[in-house]
């Protein structure tokens, strides 16, 4: 069981934005500003999206937006493209005890 | 460009050892904290452990602490991960990251290497 959840999947049809949570705790999530957001193509690295919360790593569309409301964060993907199916995973810092968790993965299509 | 490569995968027997390296080019190695994150087969992402720009500060997931062990030669922009007590468990794809800015113990993971594989099996 990860200890960030996710839904399993999500959908969207071309053009449309889509959201997907991160569910944590106050021990995570809800009390640091690291979360981060990770694409995955089929058989290839993840690849960050997004950092600390909403910061957006040079490259990446400004399509890709990322917000936090106390123990939730959310990635939005506005105006989805083909290219944008892959499994996204969120992460937060978790304090020096058990310093990152992942959620467990959330499978976006583009109907 | 920066560039990660993942080394030393193998089969190994449980309680095994073995050693994971990455080699790194295209910036400052000594400046910014690695990571080691590892995925199982059909499976999500797990930490497994961080090393800081000048190798003072390691840290670890419990599931691995007390059996692997981080380290790093910045003279070699290198990075290592020393695997022992193997348990089929720890049968995974493990990758190597990059902090994205430097002298940050903790914030992504911001650019990974193509991962080696890990089987532990009898």
């Known amino acids: 069981q990860s200890a960030l959840t996710q839904p399993p999947s999500a959908s969207g049809s071309p053009g449309q934005s889509v959201t997907i949570s991160c569910t944590g705790t106050?021990?995570?999530?809800?009390?640091?500003?690291?979360v981060s957001w990770y694409q995955q193509h089929p058989g290839k690295a993840p690849k960050l999206m997004i950092y600390?919360?909403?910061k957006r790593p040079s490259g990446v569309p400004d399509r890709f937006s990322g917000s936090k409301s106390g123990n939730t964060a959310s990635l939005t993907v506005s105006g989805l493209q083909a290219e944008d199916e892959a499994d996204y995973y969120c992460?937060?810092?978790?304090?020096?005890?058990?310093?990152?968790?992942f959620g467990g993965g959330t499978k976006l299509t583009v109907l | 460009e920066v560039q990660l490569v993942e080394s030393g995968g193998v089969v190994v027997q449980p309680g095994g050892s073995l050693r994971l390296s990455c080699a790194v080019s295209?910036?400052?190695?000594?400046?910014?904290?690695m990571h080691w994150v590892r995925q199982a087969p059909g499976q999500g992402l797990e930490w497994v452990s961080l090393?800081?720009?000048?190798?003072?500060?390691?840290l670890y997931a419990g599931s691995v602490k007390g059996r692997f062990t981080i380290s790093r030669d910045n003279d070699r922009n290198s990075l290592y991960l020393q695997l022992n007590s193997l348990r089929t468990e720890d049968t995974a794809l493990y990758y190597c990251?990059?902090?994205?800015?430097?002298?940050?113990?903790?914030?992504?993971?911001?650019?990974w290497g193509q991962g080696t594989t890990v089987t532990v099996s009898s």
């Open positions: 990251a990059k902090e994205p800015g430097p002298h940050y113990i903790y914030s992504a993971m911001a650019v």
């Open positions: 295209g910036f400052t190695f000594g400046d910014y904290t």
């Open positions: 090393i800081s720009w000048d190798g003072r500060t390691t």
């Open positions: 106050s021990s995570d999530v809800g009390s640091y500003k690291y």
């Open positions: 600390e919360v909403s």
């Open positions: 992460s937060s810092y978790a304090g020096s005890n058990n310093l990152g968790v």
